[in-house]
């Protein structure tokens, strides 16, 4: 079912790779993903999340041997064909730096990514990491489009560490999916998913993308503590996720798997990071109680915040 | 086969959670299991971690059916009735408060919590996690005889993060392996294997107790971190390890999964740590340029260390 997928999705990665233009070709892989599900799965409802009286529905992708994910119906643009004309729009007006209707964005965003992790879901889900991956080559080639005179990287040097051997075990090492994000840390090096420079201020902004950030959450705040003590005012950290749900398939409801003491005790305590980015944002992070320890906003302001950190002072 | 040594372990640690002395309970639950591993299981070389010139042999535990992990046979005492011995000896000199001799305590705290990992490799290979609780009950149990004094516990208070559901819901989901340590973090604590605090002069000692440490050794120094934020200058921590090994079965040869690069980095970035403890210190955190970052030490070290620590000034 995935192997056209997977083609156009490895076809995409290597422009992207490349410093080629690829975000059309993203949305295409997602457009193909759309094709695929409407075809070949029922999206269909599957249970509310439920919290002190608020209550929001959730679908899935039923292939009939396997379940999805849970996605955000309101969000998520079903029809190939309008999520086509929306996304060309989007990366129409991206290119021409014109300024994009936020709502279309995040609509965009959400149903490019969620479409590709909805396929995986059912047809290849052992490839739990290929989503991911996926999220990165998105939001790094609307980066390429929107930021054509910074530098994108994926890792930041730290000098003077002072150990021999720099490179570590493990980062050779294969050690499946408990080892994620083994290779986050390298000895010589910070290295996150994507990290945008302006070569003229030096300043740098560090963008996690993860979907679904669980107890990985504690990284992008050691980066940041780390950033801070090697590079003094220099980097800032934009964590940008998707999806922090999870089926509950006992009681067909849909939990929102959210650890804001946590969230608020590592900015409080372990680094200050720039603000949590969300095209869904959880419940519980949207309250005001947690949003004045850490802004929590739509993913559309992500860019914005990007630039004024990175503009000249 | 487990199910005998299973339940003995469950009446040592149910000792060990009402406070009650539970040592010499943990070592007869490691001679049911040598004694399983000597009626049931072939314990045979397996092959070498080598590293520029230098080579040392391992073994496994070998059930016809299963391979266990690999473990070091100059510290791993076989013979059922020697290790019930040599056990006895440094339960009864730990309880006295003698000195008890360096090495054999290394051996037996080596074969103790080695003997409960392969027996599980072999007939219990789902029950992951069970190995490091084992860890746990057995040093906290040494701990509780050595420190009569002090308060033993696993958690500690954070106060006025300002979150205002300081209890986190992954901390009450069942995330599997690979959420091991999500309840570490819970947002209004600080939550680790061990700490040791002494009441008068409210000094602690934090001792993560991992068997093999792989990408989570961001934790310990993540802690840390809070701690001096939180607590500055009463909090120190001891990273207490075992075993960072990995069978290759292609080439027979054994790995020592270390990063050491990765520990430099958070030493002199993220946190300091008092130090690393090891039976079996891997070969690459024993070389001096290593250990001039961060000390490395024999597990004998341990409770030396944690004594200065804690003791009025």
New interface residues.
């Given amino acids: 079912m995935l192997t056209d997928i997977a083609k156009s999705f490895q076809a995409a990665k290597r422009r992207y790779d490349r410093g080629q233009y690829a975000l059309a070709h993203c949305f295409e892989v997602s457009f193909e993903c759309l094709e695929a599900l409407q075809t070949n799965a029922n999206l269909r409802t599957f249970g509310n999340f439920t919290l002190a009286g608020y209550s929001l529905p959730y679908s899935v992708a039923d292939s009939g041997e396997r379940l999805s994910r849970p996605f955000h119906p309101e969000l998520f643009i079903a029809d190939p064909e309008v999520f086509k004309a929306a996304s060309e729009e989007v990366a129409d007006q991206l290119g021409n730096c014109n300024d994009v209707d936020p709502n279309l964005l995040d609509q965009v965003i959400y149903t490019a990514i969620s479409a590709f992790s909805l396929s995986y879901d059912l047809w290849k889900p052992r490839s739990r990491k290929t989503p991911s991956t996926f999220f990165e080559v998105v939001i790094g080639s609307a980066s390429h489009i929107i930021f054509p005179h910074y530098a994108l990287t994926k890792h930041i040097p730290?000098k003077d560490?002072?150990?021999?051997?720099?490179?570590?075990?493990?980062?050779k090492?294969e050690?499946g999916?408990?080892?994620?994000?083994?290779t986050?840390?390298?000895?010589?090096s910070v290295s996150t998913d994507l990290v945008i420079t302006n070569p003229q201020t030096e300043k740098g902004a560090v963008v996690p993308l993860k979907i679904t950030t669980?107890?990985r959450i504690?990284?992008p705040?050691?980066h940041q503590?780390?950033l801070d003590?090697?590079y003094p005012g220099q980097y800032a950290s934009f964590v940008s996720c998707i999806s922090e749900v999870?089926r509950d398939d006992a009681t067909t409801a849909v939990?929102?798997?959210?650890?804001?003491?946590?969230?608020?005790?590592?900015q409080?305590?372990?680094a200050h990071i720039k603000g949590l980015y969300y095209c869904d944002i959880p419940r519980?992070y949207a309250?005001y109680?947690?949003t004045?320890?850490i802004p929590v906003k739509p993913f559309h302001a992500l860019f914005t915040d990007i630039a004024d950190h990175l503009k000249a002072d």
Avoid: M, N, Y
């Avoid at 560490?161 to 490179?167: F, Q, R, S």
């Fill in positions: 730290i560490v002072g150990a021999a051997e720099p490179v570590d075990a493990l980062a090492t050690v999916d408990a080892g994620d994000d083994a986050e840390f390298s000895g010589d669980r107890e504690v990284q705040f050691a503590r780390i003590s090697a999870q939990k929102q798997i959210c650890v804001p003491g946590t969230v608020a005790l590592f409080k305590h372990l519980r309250r109680d947690f004045r320890i």
